[in-house]
């Protein structure tokens, strides 16, 4: 499978004018990007990838963010962080391969603002929250921050993550989710805390990732055995909401 990025002239071009071809990206194709560029803005990206496709036909566009994070993570893993953070890669694939797809999880029935666009196309804010928000690049980070080999279903983490959007930005914005130890014994926490019969809700959730920032500012989590991390989050929320 061949992968496209778009040029970074053409990039530029393209967000600066959002709101001169606001009316083109209700457009079913993307064909109109070659005729306003003066060019094909696109370039082949070097490597080949296992194949794969995401679901775009779910009546429900947030049930298929897990199924498609580890598709596109199992094909793209052996892409480097570096490239993964790289606007023109995420922004050339939902401009062309996955125009539909981005269309389909983020503008349905067309409803198109300048606002979706930025967002779900392009990189609408700072590095850290379009990695979480780009259609493209929030799929492959998803996985790849909460992958855990050592799991049976190294997807585990992958799939409580991907149970609501408040989770993924909650706790993925977050600068502690660099570090996959520390993603895996929060998140290996707050899954024992629910197998204890609490429900986690979207503002406990928020609560115990509040509550990890806070065991950041007392200790250097990075150099924490990852077991105490598990401990801490889940003595705090076991006596919290049991």
């Not at 080949?48 to 779910?58: A, H, K, R, T």
Request: with cysteine; charged share 25%; aromatic share 14%.
């Amino acid at each position: 499978m061949k992968l496209y990025f778009i040029e970074q002239d053409s990039l530029d071009y393209l967000k600066s004018n959002i709101k001169n071809h606001i009316k083109y990206y209700e457009s079913p194709t993307s064909d109109w990007i070659d005729t306003v560029c003066g060019k094909s803005p696109f370039r082949e990206f070097s490597g080949e990838f296992p194949e794969f496709v995401l679901q775009d036909n779910d009546p429900n566009p947030h049930s298929t963010d897990y199924i498609n994070a580890v598709s596109m993570y199992s094909s793209l893993n052996t892409i480097s962080e570096s490239v993964a953070t790289d606007e023109r890669l995420w922004a050339g694939m939902a401009l062309k391969q996955f125009w539909h797809y981005t269309h389909y999880r983020w503008i349905p029935n067309s409803q198109v603002t300048e606002e979706k666009i930025r967002d779900h196309f392009y990189f609408g804010t700072g590095i850290r929250r379009s990695l979480t928000r780009q259609s493209l690049a929030r799929l492959w980070w998803i996985a790849k921050l909460s992958y855990d080999k050592q799991r049976d279903n190294p997807f585990e983490l992958t799939a409580f993550l991907c149970e609501a959007s408040s989770f993924i930005v909650d706790v993925l914005e977050r600068n502690t989710s660099n570090n996959p130890d520390i993603m895996h014994s929060f998140l290996d926490a707050v899954l024992e805390i629910r197998r204890r019969g609490v429900q986690i809700t979207r503002e406990r959730m928020r609560d115990l990732v509040t509550y990890l920032n806070l065991l950041g500012g007392t200790y250097i989590l990075d150099v924490l055995p990852p077991e105490l991390i598990r401990q801490k989050i889940l003595t705090y929320g076991i006596e919290r909401y049991e």
